[in-house]
Structure formats: C-alpha cells, structure tokens
C-alpha cells in the first residue's frame, strides 16, 4: 500500500498527534521537577493508566491467552523498554536538564531506528528517505541554533542530555524489536499496550520503592495530580497506542521520522500555555522539518 493510502494517513496523524502528547510530556516532566521525583512519576502515571484500561481489555486478554503465551518472553522484553526503563530516564534527565533539550535530543531517533532497522531488520531506506532526513536534520539545528549558525559552537550538554540519549537508543531498541517480532506478537494494538502495562507495572516497583525509600514520596496536591492525570491519559494511553500502531502499519525507521515534529510543538505549547514569543526561526525550522518528513515518508523502504 502505497503510504499515502488510507490507512497510513491516519497512522501519521496518529504518530504526530502522539508527537504533541510528548511534547507535552516533556514539559510536564519540568515543571514538576523537584516536586514529583522521576521514578514516583513515572511509577503512578503508569499505574493510573493501567487502572483506566483495565476494565476494557480485561475480558480480550482472557481471550487471547494462546497469542500470550506465544509471545512469551518477548513481552517481558517490550514491557521493561517501554514502560519500565523509557520514562524513567526521561524523567531523570528533566530533573537537570530543559524540555526543549529533552525533545530536542529526541529526534536523534531517526537515525538510531533508520541504522536500527537495517542492521536489525535488513530494511534499508531508500536513498530519498536519507535525503528527507537530512533536510528535516538542518530544520532541527536550525532550530537548536535559534536561526544563528555561530550558536552551534556554544552548545552546552549536560549529564540530564546524555540520560535522554539513553532513552532514546532504548526507544529506538523497543521500535525495532516490536517490528521484528510481529510474527510472534500478535495481539492488537490495545490488547498489546495492556499486556505491556501489565507486565511493566511490577518491573518498575523495586526501583520506585528504592527511590521512595532514599528521597520520600510527593505532596498530592492539585498540580500533581494534574501531571499524573495528563500523563496517564495522553502521554501514555493516547501516545502509546499510537505508536504502537505506526510502527506496524509504517515501521520503525518512518515512525521514527515523526519525533522531528516534537521540538516544533514544545515551541507552540511554550507559546500558547507559557507565553514565550515565537521566533521567524521556528517557522523556517519547521518548514524545513516537516519538508523533509514529507520527502521521507513518500519513499519506500528497499
């Protein structure tokens, strides 16, 4: 199917709506630094999603026990990538680094899952597909440089980038490996999200309640409980699923391509919800962005 066929138009708009969720996780994750340690947000978000998707995929898992114990270890593997470890870096990098640093480190995703899955899964992207992400590349340090080249050279990184870094290539790992292994999970993109809750859930507890045991735990106030609300809800639920479902219908490298929209929507969101100006350098940024994605998507993968 070509990817302009319907079914892969509404993954990418899934994939770029999940996008604006994360970019709203990123901030989130800021605001709340000092207040929410990582692991105790990270492990409550997970725990109210999971209670809110409980009741409706219950009764399915019971029925698709058979394609459960097929997939076996292979959802213990997803479930510590995805639930356990991917946001608990992120969160730990928040607490000494920027959300835009966080979606900004973000997009060295592409490249990760496009190497990834050719070493991996043999899918090597076709040249004009490199070309699109060298396009969306400049947009993305056009935007890092704030329109000024010479910014570059004074670029500051610091141990919360290099904690992002990790969760990147461990993203990029989870994206590939749910590719790879669709032969042997084959539960529907809910049921799949449930299962990896289900099983993500447990991994975390030692080591939120090694933090809790070393740093106490978080006044439940209003603001906490709207973090851990929209993090449930948008940046996990929604956010998840989508991806989930991009990466079956579009696979892993062009998947990957749509976190270079983050660092857009954490500039719109800091306009809107915080007031920061926007710059003629975020319109050139994002046109370049989203004019390479739009060359990169349009070409198959060999």
């Given at each position: 199917?070509?990817?302009?066929?319907?079914?892969?138009?509404l993954?990418w708009?899934?994939?770029?709506?999940?996008?604006l969720?994360w970019?709203?996780?990123?901030l989130?994750?800021?605001?709340?630094?000092?207040?929410i340690?990582?692991?105790g947000?990270a492990?409550?978000?997970?725990?109210l999603?999971?209670a809110?998707l409980?009741?409706?995929?219950a009764v399915?898992?019971w029925r698709q026990?058979a394609?459960?114990?097929q997939?076996?270890?292979r959802?213990?593997?997803l479930s510590?990538l995805s639930i356990?470890?991917?946001?608990?870096?992120?969160?730990?990098a928040?607490?000494?680094?920027?959300?835009?640093?966080?979606?900004?480190v973000?997009?060295?995703?592409?490249?990760?899952?496009?190497?990834?899955?050719?070493?991996?899964?043999g899918?090597?992207p076709a040249?004009?597909?490199?070309?699109?992400l060298?396009?969306?590349?400049?947009g993305?340090?056009?935007l890092?440089?704030?329109?000024?080249?010479a910014?570059?050279a004074r670029l500051?990184?610091?141990?919360g980038?290099l904690?992002?870094l990790?969760?990147?290539?461990?993203?990029?790992?989870?994206s590939?490996?749910l590719?790879?292994w669709?032969a042997?999970v084959?539960?529907?993109?809910?049921?799949l999200?449930g299962?990896?809750?289900l099983?993500g859930v447990?991994?975390?507890?030692?080591?939120?309640?090694?933090?809790?045991?070393?740093?106490?735990?978080?006044a439940?106030?209003?603001?906490?409980l709207?973090a851990?609300?929209?993090?449930?809800?948008?940046?996990?639920?929604?956010a998840?699923?989508?991806?989930?479902?991009?990466?079956?219908?579009?696979?892993?490298?062009?998947?990957?391509?749509?976190?270079y929209?983050?660092?857009?929507?954490?500039?719109?969101?800091?306009?809107?919800?915080?007031?920061?100006?926007?710059q003629?350098?975020?319109?050139w940024?994002?046109a370049?962005i989203?004019?390479?994605?739009l060359?990169?998507?349009r070409?198959?993968?060999?």
């Amino acid at each position: 199917m070509s990817s302009w066929g319907g079914s892969s138009r509404l993954a990418w708009a899934g994939l770029f709506a999940g996008s604006l969720c994360w970019a709203g996780n990123a901030l989130v994750a800021r605001a709340v630094q000092g207040q929410i340690p990582p692991l105790g947000l990270a492990f409550w978000r997970w725990c109210l999603a999971l209670a809110c998707l409980l009741p409706f995929i219950a009764v399915p898992l019971w029925r698709q026990r058979a394609a459960i114990r097929q997939a076996g270890w292979r959802l213990l593997v997803l479930s510590g990538l995805s639930i356990s470890a991917y946001n608990s870096l992120l969160y730990s990098a928040a607490q000494s680094t920027e959300a835009i640093n966080i979606t900004l480190v973000s997009t060295c995703l592409p490249l990760a899952t496009f190497v990834g899955a050719g070493l991996l899964l043999g899918e090597w992207p076709a040249r004009h597909a490199w070309g699109g992400l060298a396009i969306a590349a400049l947009g993305l340090l056009w935007l890092i440089a704030r329109g000024q080249p010479a910014n570059l050279a004074r670029l500051d990184f610091n141990p919360g980038d290099l904690l992002m870094l990790l969760a990147v290539l461990d993203w990029a790992l989870y994206s590939l490996l749910l590719r790879r292994w669709a032969a042997w999970v084959r539960l529907p993109p809910l049921s799949l999200l449930g299962m990896t809750m289900l099983l993500g859930v447990p991994l975390l507890l030692p080591f939120y309640l090694l933090e809790h045991s070393r740093v106490g735990g978080f006044a439940l106030d209003l603001p906490a409980l709207a973090a851990i609300g929209y993090t449930a809800l948008f940046a996990s639920l929604f956010a998840y699923f989508v991806w989930n479902h991009g990466v079956r219908v579009l696979g892993a490298s062009r998947a990957a391509l749509s976190s270079y929209s983050m660092p857009v929507f954490t500039a719109l969101l800091g306009w809107l919800l915080l007031g920061e100006q926007l710059q003629p350098y975020h319109g050139w940024g994002a046109a370049l962005i989203f004019g390479g994605l739009l060359l990169a998507t349009r070409t198959a993968t060999r």
